[in-house]
């Protein structure tokens, strides 16, 4: 075994494994424990990186176990699985850090770390998984921590909406499997390199194509398998950032980019079903967003929002329309993520959710007010922020390929994105300041929220070399032609 081989399975059993040490850790030393979580988490990234020359050069990394049957035990890395592991561990890292400050004031702490650690690892065996049993294994790893991480505050009403949460995925999650058995009925064989192989061209069975897609539409919180998502906020402020940034609704996204992208062939149906259900996501969740004033439900119908555009970007086709959608992800998920954690201190210090009732909080918390509107601003498409390179990849690619109306779709979402991020910061921060609140969250806390929106900012100025490494990995999906 060779050492990017090595490596590709430390990425995968560090954090999975290590998360289980973090209970006893914390009974030791609180510093040590939580020392313990982040570096965990940066040894992935770390790993990650290290193996990232070879997988954006086109060279794919195996690793594994072989039975000699359907279940063999692969790991592959190529340059989109290493580009979500890097997305996923880097935005990670920064809430685990944030926690440090947020969840000292809570209990359960011990299970708060190693459930994200642990959801981690879900991610990172998911992302590199190549075979579809264990790929399904590590997602229901993922669906699980997430249901516990929901209900962390044990309330009833927070026991409810996470057990919402976790019917609405597994159901999902099983529908996939179904389709998942499908395609070895079909093929004989759960490996996706195999499969490849064996279909040649061949359209995969429309039931599984349904099966599998109801899976990553639950998981993507997508119409109509929505719901879960924006009552998921009653979890701590960096759990939700976790779950719409850095890993759970973007694992469906890349699941679609992997499958649909890189392995299978499917009906001409599914080409045009897929980005009328993405439009009407997006822009069903953008006017919701509109109208609510819960913060972090307006953050979170605008993730809803903002994965219906990247999956109508995935849906071109077209190499610099899917570098795009890909693209999105990264930026996305910083500046996403950058919002919730700036929503975690305002909640935290006013224990106020209700945007009406804050106002003027720029002038007690002028770090997080500047953090939230440069996140947003990224979100929105503004330039030069890494969300307008993006966004404009997929407009553009939708235009030369004749496929208008999605650009049409982009340009309507991202007005109507500027019209209810602006609502919230101008109701949060802007005005008259109406309740008392300290000067800001602790400083680990500010400084995540000020790290992930220069990285927003950051993200834009030096587009070229993140736009260089998604088209490398995009360049290698069979599926999208040039």
């Not at 972090?296 to 077209?318: D, V, W």
Request: proline share 3%.
């Amino acid at each position: 075994m060779g050492e990017n081989e090595l490596m590709l399975l430390l990425i995968v059993f560090v954090p999975t494994v290590g998360a289980f040490a973090l209970p006893l850790l914390g009974r030791m030393s609180v510093r040590l424990r939580n020392f313990s979580a982040l570096c965990l988490v940066l040894i992935s990234l770390v790993l990650t990186i290290v193996i990232s020359p070879s997988a954006f050069r086109g060279k794919t990394i195996t690793a594994g176990v072989s039975f000699n049957n359907a279940y063999d035990f692969v790991l592959r890395a190529d340059g989109l699985a290493v580009f979500m592991a890097i997305v996923s561990t880097l935005i990670s890292a920064i809430i685990v850090f944030y926690s440090f400050g947020y969840i000292s004031h809570y209990e359960n702490q011990n299970e708060y770390y190693l459930m994200v650690v642990l959801f981690l690892g879900g991610m990172m065996g998911l992302v590199f998984s190549d075979n579809l049993i264990y790929l399904y294994l590590f997602w229901e790893i993922t669906a699980i921590t997430s249901w516990r991480l929901i209900g962390f505050f044990r309330e009833e009403q927070h026991v409810l909406r996470a057990d919402k949460a976790f019917l609405v995925t597994i159901f999902g999650s099983l529908l996939m499997l179904i389709g998942f058995i499908s395609i070895y009925q079909q093929n004989g064989s759960f490996n996706l390199t195999a499969i490849k192989e064996n279909l040649n061209g061949t359209h995969l069975s429309n039931l599984a194509v349904a099966m599998i897609l109801a899976g990553i539409l639950s998981k993507s919180a997508t119409l109509p398998l929505h719901t879960w998502l924006p009552d998921a906020g009653v979890a701590p402020s960096p759990v939700t950032a976790l779950l719409h940034a850095a890993l759970l609704v973007k694992i469906g996204v890349y699941v679609f980019a992997r499958l649909f992208l890189a392995t299978f062939t499917v009906d001409e149906f599914w080409h045009t079903a897929v980005p009328i259900i993405a439009a009407v996501s997006a822009l069903v969740s953008a006017g919701a967003a509109m109208v609510d004033t819960d913060l972090k439900r307006i953050i979170a119908y605008s993730t809803i929002s903002q994965i219906g555009f990247i999956f109508l970007g995935l849906a071109t086709g077209n190499e610099i329309g899917v570098a795009g959608a890909l693209l999105y992800i990264l930026m996305h998920g910083l500046a996403k993520g950058g919002l919730f954690l700036c929503a975690g201190i305002v909640e935290q210090n006013t224990k106020i959710k209700d945007i009406t009732r804050l106002g003027g909080l720029i002038k007690t918390m002028p770090i997080t007010a500047v953090s939230f509107l440069l996140c947003a601003f990224s979100v929105m498409g503004i330039p030069p922020f890494g969300g307008f390179f993006s966004k404009y990849m997929v407009i553009t690619s939708s235009v030369q390929t004749g496929q208008v109306w999605i650009s049409m779709v982009f340009l309507v979402g991202a007005f109507l994105t500027i019209i209810y991020l602006f609502r919230a910061f101008n109701m949060v921060f802007l005005g008259d300041l109406k309740t008392p609140s300290e000067k800001e969250g602790s400083i680990g806390m500010v400084i995540s929220v000020a790290a992930l929106a220069a990285l927003s900012l950051a993200g834009g100025i030096f587009i070229y070399c993140p736009s260089q490494l998604v088209l490398s990995a995009v360049q290698q999906l069979t599926g999208v032609m040039r």
